[in-house]
């Protein structure tokens, strides 16, 4: 689950989001590649603007999206693992 700091876990990679460079103008979806609702709806810039001001529905999207991110790791691990 993220930590204090809003780790969200993507295909790209681990971004911090309360250390984004930038972030306040990246109104970009959290994982352009993600499934779930959060991803698509919130940008980078208002899940930042959360986590800075200490408000507790950031790390409720970042939850969201990291379990999504797991689920979808684990279910494409399994696949591979049946073909073989």
Do not use: C, W
Not at 37 to 49: C, G, I, L, M, P
Not at 50 to 61: A, N, P
């Amino acid at each position: 689950m993220p930590t204090r700091n809003g780790m969200l876990f993507t295909r790209k990679g681990i971004i911090t989001i309360s250390k984004i460079k930038n972030g306040i103008d990246d109104f970009s979806p959290l994982d352009e590649m993600g499934r779930a609702y959060v991803d698509q709806v919130y940008s980078k810039a208002y899940v930042r603007r959360l986590f800075v001001s200490g408000k507790y529905l950031g790390k409720q999207i970042a939850s969201i999206h990291n379990l999504a991110f797991y689920l979808e790791l684990v279910k494409t691990v399994r696949s591979h693992l049946l073909k073989k």
